[in-house]
């Protein structure tokens, strides 16, 4: 059964302060690594895919990483509108998620 | 439409009541997902649908839990006999492919509480 732990549970950073989430999975055979950003009341926002080991991603300030074994979310300078939960998700036609990461950025 | 439109976007049901939860995909995507979300949790696997087929509901938690895709379009959860632990945000995701392998999108979810 595909597991997907992510950490820490939530994070706070101060505007411009970079850092990092983490996903770490066990698969069967990865078929695809998702990032999505969830805001309250709302479903998730499909970030990133990523398929293979050394793949990488950008979107403005985040940048999606993937090794044979987890997956880094990184925030480079965030902003408050940056503040959301941010899921992990491995597919094998459906996607098997993480708890999620809660990032709080304060101006 | 644009995206994923699921309706009501709110529903409270009273023990032992029926409900029915719809959601429409993006047109022309042939892959349909329905995901359980508790508060602080991710989504959890429900169902899934390619066209009208449903191939796959192994996370639907009873037989209380009904799901159905008649003309491969629109979907609709069914819960009968609602207890207070289907109180979650429901939460239903299209993608354009077969089987997946490709990013899937999200509706705004239906929040149900049971009471």
């Known amino acids: 059964e595909d597991q997907v732990t992510q950490s820490p549970e939530a994070l706070r950073l101060q505007e411009g302060e970079s850092s990092s989430l983490n996903c770490s999975y066990t698969?069967?055979?990865?078929?695809?690594l998702f990032w999505y950003r969830q805001d309250p009341g709302k479903g998730p926002e499909f970030l990133f895919t990523l398929y293979s080991a050394g793949e990488e991603k950008e979107k403005e300030r985040l940048k999606a990483t993937l090794t044979k074994k987890e997956s880094f979310l990184h925030i480079t300078a965030p902003k408050p509108e940056d503040s959301a939960t941010y899921l992990c998700?491995?597919?094998?036609?459906?996607?098997?998620f993480g708890a999620g990461t809660t990032v709080t950025v304060r101006a | 439409g644009a995206g994923v439109s699921q309706s009501p976007r709110y529903k409270v049901a009273k023990r032992g009541q029926d409900v029915a939860l719809r959601c429409d995909p993006i047109s022309g995507h042939v892959s349909l997902f329905w995901y359980q979300q508790a508060l602080g949790q991710g989504p959890e696997f429900l169902t899934y649908f390619q066209n009208e087929a449903q191939l796959d509901k192994s996370g639907l938690p009873s037989d209380r839990f009904f799901a159905e895709r008649p003309e491969g379009s629109v979907s609709t959860l069914k819960i009968q006999r609602t207890q207070q632990e289907d109180s979650a945000v429901y939460l239903c995701?299209?993608?354009?492919?077969?089987?997946?392998?490709?990013?899937?999108?999200f509706g705004q979810g239906t929040r149900l509480t049971v009471v």
């Open positions: 995701a299209s993608s354009g492919r077969d089987r997946g392998y490709t990013e899937a999108f």
């Open positions: 698969v069967s055979g990865l078929r695809g």
């Open positions: 998700a491995v597919n094998d036609y459906k996607l098997s």
